[in-house]
């Protein structure tokens, strides 16, 4: 375990360094914020001596959906993987297409990766059909990604969108044709389902980011997990 640790930090490491600070020549390691609401359970934890007051923080419920192969996947089941989400349609103007390739641009980084998910979803599941959806993602070649196309399944994506993510995703029925509103953005999860992260996919610097974080996050991981 200790060698296995060791290794993913080497591979980890430019990742890492980036969050390490310089100030007045000391170096301060800073965690990345953790999204949603906050509640103070009223305990405290002992660390290093120093009281601790215990939070309850926002966590993404797991939901089922129906990808691009059409079978059922249970997004944000496991508790070994972080994941990134975002939210789309297929017949959107440019800017899904220019979301989705940032998108594709980190699931490369990541596809030998087995603790990296990507899920895309649509918002317009009366439209997006699993054939739909696999027609559109055959370019980004998904299933070499870990990456899932979902649409209509067991839950609700406005919901999941509005008390999960935290973020806006609804039908402009003000319109003739087809139009959506949704967030540009991608979602960094921790293993935790907790929110680590938004990324402005029109913003390339936003999205090397992600990249960088996501290393953090997965260094994190291996600190928790491994034995002292």
């Known amino acids: 375990m200790k060698k296995i640790a060791i290794l993913a930090g080497i591979l980890?490491?430019?990742g890492f360094l980036y969050y390490l600070l310089k100030q007045k020549g000391e170096n301060r390691y800073t965690k990345l914020p953790i999204y949603g609401e906050k509640i103070?359970?009223?305990?405290?934890?002992?660390?290093?001596?120093?009281?601790?007051?215990?939070?309850?923080f926002h966590q993404v419920s797991p939901f089922t959906l129906t990808n691009q192969l059409g079978n059922a996947v249970q997004v944000l089941a496991s508790d070994t993987c972080l994941s990134v989400v975002n939210f789309f349609?297929?017949?959107?103007?440019a800017d899904c297409n220019h979301m989705n390739d940032e998108?594709?641009?980190?699931?490369?980084?990541?596809?030998?990766?087995?603790?990296v998910r990507f899920y895309t979803l649509s918002v317009d599941t009366a439209f997006d059909s699993p054939d739909v959806l696999?027609?559109?993602?055959?370019?980004?070649a998904p299933q070499t990604k870990k990456w899932d196309f979902l649409t209509a399944g067991q839950d609700d994506v406005y919901r999941i969108a509005r008390e999960g993510f935290?973020?806006?995703a609804v039908q402009d029925t003000t319109r003739g044709e087809a139009l959506f509103l949704h967030s540009p953005s991608?979602?960094?999860?921790?293993?935790?389902?907790?929110i680590r992260g938004y990324y402005d996919a029109n913003e390339r610097k936003e999205v090397d980011r992600l990249?960088?974080?996501?290393?953090?996050?997965l260094v994190q991981e291996i600190r928790e997990r491994s034995p002292l």
């Open 12 to 14: 980890l490491l430019p």
């Open 40 to 56: 103070l359970t009223g305990t405290f934890t002992n660390r290093m001596g120093e009281k601790i007051p215990d939070t309850l």
């Open 89 to 93: 349609y297929t017949r959107c103007p």
């Open 103 to 115: 998108l594709n641009r980190v699931a490369e980084r990541f596809s030998a990766n087995g603790l």
């Open 134 to 140: 696999q027609a559109y993602a055959a370019k980004y």
């Open 166 to 168: 935290l973020v806006d």
């Open 186 to 194: 991608l979602i960094l999860v921790d293993t935790h389902r907790r």
């Open 211 to 217: 990249v960088d974080e996501i290393k953090l996050l």
